[in-house]
């Protein structure tokens, strides 16, 4: 009976810092309507604003008004942004508004580690808290017991703040409806700042809390994003009591998996969540959301048509040069050529699920790295040759989108969003966890092109064929029934079932076919390179492959690509400076307030100028 | 002859709100008929449940001899059941006849081919059932920039292109102009005629209601109150109270 108390224990203590973090992102998602991705980075600052504050106050008061300034702080910060990007894009479709808190966790990830550097912080003891008590024979730590009170004081203090005082009315009503708070004559903007502002005090809040814990550290807010989301699709967006209810949940599952099945805690995690969603598809206390406008801008756009004769004439001699530059470029223009096919493979095979399907996937680097990964397991553990791994690349990815699509496609919008995310995150730690499997942390190395393919030119024109060739069948598609399906189930999705098309089975498709040709850039990927690595499957690859989609223009048959050829040209070049992703976060952040129709949008907005 | 639609005893709540209670009507092959009632009255959840977009509490719907209760939307479709929105329904990113055509490749079956150009496939049936709703001259147009009677005309060529042997329509002729909505509902019954569809209709319009249905059936908080010809229907004491309260000039039902 102890060891389980004091197991739950740990789980409620946990839950704390879990707790006040999707708390703050549900409460700013039911007002702005805006799924703040930069949440685990405003988490990250709380830990370490408060790590200094703690170096600095002294004694038990100081440990304390630490916290209580780094959630101020982390809330002042969050209101800065608010004011000055997100206010920006609250008209802008989801997609603009995600990529722009991509842009912010960039940023901050640069920053902290110039101000604070590479190296993990550990948390200063809480004064007077730094012993255990005995429990039933068993040793609790006494801040775990000081967490266990603090969290429920902290829900409480929300709850009252809510229901009991005007601001609580207005973010309750705009919660409901957020025209007619408006029209009521409400300020919304200062509506909109308080929430965002209140939502970040409460993940710095978090951060600074668990510091005694588990310190501080440059991965902490990805770690933090997976659980959050998990948290609050178990619990139910927008629901408080479902964000606690959750958070104890997920943590008592958590600590439970560390004791009874180390290897796969996060895989636990994920069977509970699957469950919960299987069953209730809003989550336990959640309300169905209502998917917003996905991947749109201004007014639809117009009709596409096949290419004219002309534009494809010009698009065959453009390949026939490109197909021959191993005749004239250099040889590190061959490979950086082909490592941006590759890319824009990866690139047009989102582009196709966001722009024809509308479907916005967090996790788009799951089939890529799946792809990746099926092809160096199956050339170290099964001696395939390589035309053999190519072929079943994309295929083993197919089937891991079939298989996440099959949960995912459950719910829509926002909460598609982050399964897909959660999905990705799962691979990850399961290829991470995989020891001499999967190689773990030191990847598969070694895995190199058959004999006739391994001249880097031989390669190069290998490639370019199957990425060119997955580019236009992917472009194909869209111009073929199954496009017209899917965008007619994007547009309009009940029109779409009133006409007999199967909405969900018809995106579960799309989902898949993308998921393959995901999966057939990350062969080529691995031998190209030789070797993988976990962080194929990173979400900061999934990120990677949404800017470019979002930098090259959704609404755009080309977007895709484009965006996939500028970035990766861009990326080897930015890559080269110390803080890159400050670099990157200030160009996204740009694009998102400046030209939020892409490369290719604005391209021919401008076109059509010169042309009037 | 067997009803083509039978439904037995149907019924939704939402909480104590009961929104369709204990509907049982049939429809026979080739009847036009009307469903009318006060705002709230349940028609547009009792059409959400003929086509399985939401789930009955209780009851059950046949349809040709056969149970529909619980199939997905695209399934009932198969069947051969269509129908048009009270919101008018059509994809924004295409253009008029391309709406069309994706709606034949959709009653088809083929919408998962990645093969064939789909702009080529179902051109001349599509530009037929344009002629028949009066659209044939904007085929090509955006269908995002078209009036809003024309939007309505359009969605009705996309439910024809499903060849349902009954349509349901939710308020077809709202927000049009009164010509408009005869000129929509002589087509609409023309084709009746012709094919033997089956027509069942919503109508806040009572012009068009007694101009074009053969019977009327009257909904009241989730309860069928009056079925019968327009006449009965006019006449019906319970009616007019729920339309016009008790005590007003009989006749005034007539001009409504």
């Not at chain 1, 988490?43 to 101020?72: C, D, K």
């Not at chain 1, 479902?242 to 994920?270: C, N, R």
């Not at chain 2, 439904?7 to 009307?34: I, K, M, P, T």
Request: with cysteine; aromatic share 10%.
């Amino acid at each position: 009976m102890g060891p389980i108390l004091a197991q739950i224990l740990t789980g409620l203590a946990n839950a704390g810092a879990l707790f006040m973090v999707a708390s703050g992102l549900s409460l700013i998602f039911g007002v702005t309507r805006i799924v703040n991705f930069a949440h685990g980075s405003f988490y990250m600052l709380g830990a370490y604003i408060g790590w200094t504050l703690m170096q600095v106050l002294p004694g038990s008061f100081g440990f304390w008004s630490a916290i209580l300034l780094a959630g101020i702080a982390v809330g002042a910060i969050g209101a800065f942004v608010e004011i000055v990007i997100l206010r920006r894009v609250y008209a802008a479709p989801e997609l603009f508004q995600l990529v722009a808190t991509f842009g912010v966790i960039l940023i901050v990830q640069d920053l902290a580690l110039m101000i604070w550097g590479p190296q993990d912080l550990l948390g200063p003891r809480a004064p007077g808290l730094r012993g255990v008590v005995r429990i039933l024979g068993e040793p609790v730590p006494k801040y775990d017991l000081a967490l266990i009170a603090i969290t429920p004081l902290v829900a409480l203090a929300l709850w009252a703040l809510i229901t009991r005082t005007r601001f609580g009315i207005l973010v309750r009503a705009a919660t409901q409806d957020r025209e007619m708070v408006g029209a009521l004559g409400v300020n919304q903007r200062w509506l909109f700042t308080g929430t965002f502002a209140l939502g970040c005090a409460l993940a710095g809040l978090g951060g600074a809390l668990q510091l005694p814990k588990g310190g501080a550290d440059l991965l902490m807010d990805f770690t933090i994003l997976t659980s959050v989301f998990v948290v609050v699709v178990v619990g139910g967006m927008g629901s408080l009591p479902g964000a606690y209810l959750a958070s104890v949940l997920i943590s008592v599952v958590g600590v439970f998996g560390v004791t009874f099945l180390p290897q796969s805690t996060l895989a636990l995690t994920f069977v509970v969540m699957v469950a919960v969603l299987m069953w209730r598809p809003f989550g336990l206390l959640g309300r169905e959301e209502v998917a917003g406008e996905m991947g749109q801008v201004g007014p639809p756009e117009d009709p596409i048509r096949p290419a004219g004769w002309p534009v494809r004439v010009g698009v065959a001699l453009a390949l026939v040069v490109l197909a021959a530059l191993p005749l004239y470029g250099s040889g590190f223009a061959v490979i950086l050529a082909t490592d941006i096919l590759i890319f824009c493979l990866f690139a047009a095979s989102l582009h196709f699920l966001l722009g024809q399907a509308g479907l916005v996937s967090f996790g788009h680097a799951a089939f890529y790295g799946g792809g990746a990964y099926a092809a160096a397991l199956l050339v170290r553990h099964a001696g395939a040759p390589m035309e053999l791994a190519l072929l079943l690349a994309p295929l083993s990815a197919g089937l891991l989108a079939l298989g996440i699509g099959f949960v995912a496609l459950r719910a829509s919008g926002v909460y598609f969003a982050m399964l897909t995310l959660a999905f990705a995150q799962l691979l990850w730690s399961l290829v991470w966890q995989g020891g001499a499997f999967t190689g773990g942390s030191d990847g598969l190395v070694g895995i190199w092109p058959a004999r006739w393919a391994d001249p880097n030119a031989i390669f190069y024109l290998l490639t370019f064929a199957l990425c060119v060739g997955g580019i236009l069948m992917l472009r194909h598609a869209a111009h073929a029934p199954f496009g017209y399906a899917l965008r007619a189930a994007r547009d309009n999705a009940p029109r779409a079932a009133a006409s007999g098309l199967d909405v969900r089975r018809l995106q579960w498709a799309a989902f898949t076919f993308a998921g393959a040709m995901a999966g057939l850039a990350g062969g080529l990927f691995v031998f190209a390179k030789g070797s993988v690595f976990p962080n194929e499957l990173e979400i900061a690859r999934s990120f990677d492959a949404l800017i470019v989609v979002f930098l090259g223009g959704v609404k755009t048959l080309s977007g895709g690509w484009v965006g996939g050829a500028v970035f990766e040209a861009g990326v080897d070049w930015l890559t080269r400076f110390e803080y890159w992703r400050l670099t990157l976060g200030l160009v996204v952040l740009f694009i998102v307030t400046i030209a939020p129709q892409g490369i290719v949008g604005t391209a021919r907005a401008f076109w059509a100028r010169v042309q009037r | 002859m067997s009803a083509l639609l039978d439904v037995r005893d149907l019924s939704r709540h939402y909480g104590a709100l009961r929104a369709v209670d204990g509907v049982s009507f049939e429809l026979a092959a080739g009847d036009v008929r009307a469903l009318i009632g006060p705002n709230g009255a349940g028609k547009s959840t009792l059409f959400k449940m003929l086509m399985g977009e939401t789930r009955p509490n209780s009851g059950e719907v046949y349809f040709g001899g056969a149970r529909i209760t619980g199939l997905r939307p695209a399934r009932i479709v198969r069947r051969g059941i269509g129908r048009t929105f009270q919101i008018t329904g059509t994809w924004a990113s295409m253009s008029v006849a391309e709406n069309v055509q994706t709606a034949c490749l959709a009653h088809d079956g083929r919408t998962l081919s990645i093969l064939p150009y789909a702009r080529h496939l179902h051109r001349e049936r599509a530009e037929a059932l344009l002629d028949t709703v009066g659209l044939a001259d904007q085929a090509d147009r955006p269908a995002a920039v078209l009036a809003y009677g024309d939007l309505k005309r359009l969605e009705l060529a996309i439910a024809l292109a499903g060849e349902p042997r009954l349509l349901l329509m939710d308020e077809p002729t709202a927000g049009m102009a009164a010509t408009e909505r005869t000129d929509l509902m002589e087509t609409v019954t023309r084709i009746a005629r012709e094919t033997g569809m089956t027509i069942l209709f919503t109508e806040h319009d009572m012009d068009v209601v007694f101009a074009h249905a053969e019977r009327v059936m009257v909904l009241d908080r989730g309860a069928l109150i009056a079925e019968g010809t327009p006449e009965e229907v006019r006449a019906d004491a319970r009616v007019r109270e729920v339309y016009l309260g008790v005590g007003l000039d009989p006749e005034a039902l007539a001009d409504a």
